[in-house]
């Protein structure tokens, strides 16, 4: 399943990023924060015309997403290490899940409205970018899953390249 899963990806990044998973796992990741942002956006829409649980469904669901963008940003830019990036993905999963059940709720929010005869555009909206974020998030899982290895690389790369240079002191005393 793995090499399945890695000839895949391979040829996502061939076809999209001239052959670099580096850039796909970079572009995956932009288009999952211009989601968020779209989703936070919508959360403040959510807040102001309907009831308790629908509003602190959204705001929840945002506030998970700015701290998951936030640390997965500090994550993909400056920690390469194993138990950040494994750590980071384990964060994704359970995101692409809440988000898998966040758009079944708003579903049922649908329902409710529709038997009430109330609009149900706000709700259609939020569940269709629940799933797309779903989608997103587990994609990119699994992108990070198979390429996880290329990021780790360059930490190591850098860990011998250090380890062959001698230690020089900051400052000498006089």
């Avoid at 138990?83 to 999963?93: E, L, R, S």
């Avoid at 939020?126 to 390429?147: D, E, K, N, R």
Wanted: hydrophobic fraction near 45%; charged fraction near 15%.
């Amino acid at each position: 399943m793995g090499g399945s899963l890695s000839t895949y990806t391979a040829l996502l990044a061939d076809s999209l990023c001239g052959g670099s998973s580096r850039r796909l796992i970079a572009g995956w990741w932009y288009s999952i924060l211009g989601l968020t942002g779209v989703l936070a956006l919508m959360s403040c829409a959510v807040m102001s015309t309907r009831g308790m649980s629908e509003t602190f469904t959204s705001i929840w669901s945002a506030l998970m997403l700015l701290a998951l963008s936030i640390g997965g940003t500090m994550i993909m830019r400056k920690f390469h290490n194993s138990m950040a990036v494994g750590f980071f993905m384990g964060g994704v999963v359970a995101m692409s899940q809440m988000f898998f059940f966040l758009m079944l709720l708003y579903l049922g929010y649908r329902k409710d409205q529709k038997n009430d005869e109330l609009p149900i555009f706000t709700e259609t909206l939020m569940a269709l970018f629940c799933l797309c974020q779903s989608v997103l998030l587990g994609t990119f899982a699994a992108i990070l899953g198979a390429h996880r290895s290329e990021i780790l690389e360059k930490q190591e790369e850098n860990a011998s390249r250090m380890a062959d240079e001698p230690y020089q002191a900051p400052y000498e005393r006089s």
